[in-house]
């Protein structure tokens, strides 16, 4: 069972990092990736699950997903540290596996309440995994670039990060994530 959420993010903070909801999570991560919300932060951006680097060092998207979402964050004008960042699940799985769907039922009451407690205007969905988490079974072509509502939030879902590593500067990923960062940003913008 996943403790009973807190009050306000510092309370879930605290209470995150001890969570041992998840066995084997806990027993083979180095530290729990609570995420980042920047106070006002008005845009969302959700990943998967934390890696290696990011198991290393407590910050969300620190790692190459990171770098390459940190420069097209900078090529829309939008900085960094304005932007919240959370993972669907706070634990790296060993080996970067997917989580399983135990992990991401028992990490979701912590995600809820984080997305309630921030507030963001606009939610990027990074990756089939993290919009699949809002929106349910769809694949990634039904749904990227639009705006979905899902209870109350608008999600954009797009590509992640490491598709767009995967893909290439000049692949089509990194132009779609780039564009849809665009999208997000001026909407949360005029939101
Ligand atoms: N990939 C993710 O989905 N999240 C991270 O924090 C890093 C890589
Ligand atoms: Fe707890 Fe979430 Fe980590 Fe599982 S992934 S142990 S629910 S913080």
Not at 74 to 84: H, K, P, S, W
Not at 180 to 187: I, T, V
């Amino acid at each position: 069972m996943t403790p009973e959420p807190a009050p306000d993010l510092a309370a879930l903070a605290a209470a995150v990092r001890t969570c041992t909801a998840c066995p084997e999570l806990a027993a083979t991560r180095t530290q729990v990736v609570v995420g980042d919300v920047p106070a006002g932060a008005r845009l969302l951006l959700m990943g998967e699950a934390p890696g290696a680097t990011e198991d290393e060092t407590g910050r969300p998207f620190v790692g190459r997903s990171g770098q390459l979402l940190d420069e097209l964050l900078a090529e829309v004008g939008v900085a960094r540290a304005d932007v919240a960042v959370l993972n669907t699940i706070k634990c790296r799985p060993p080996g970067n596996r997917a989580p399983s769907r135990a992990e991401s039922t028992r990490c979701r009451p912590w995600t809820e309440r984080q997305l309630a407690l921030a507030a963001p205007a606009v939610v990027v969905a990074l990756g089939l995994s993290a919009t699949r988490w809002f929106l349910g079974p769809t694949s990634l072509a039904a749904v990227r670039g639009t705006v979905h509502d899902a209870r109350g939030l608008r999600v954009l879902p797009t590509y992640h990060p490491s598709a767009a590593l995967r893909w290439g500067p000049d692949g089509e990923p990194r132009r779609l994530l780039r564009d849809d960062l665009a999208l997000a940003a001026s909407l949360a913008v005029g939101a």
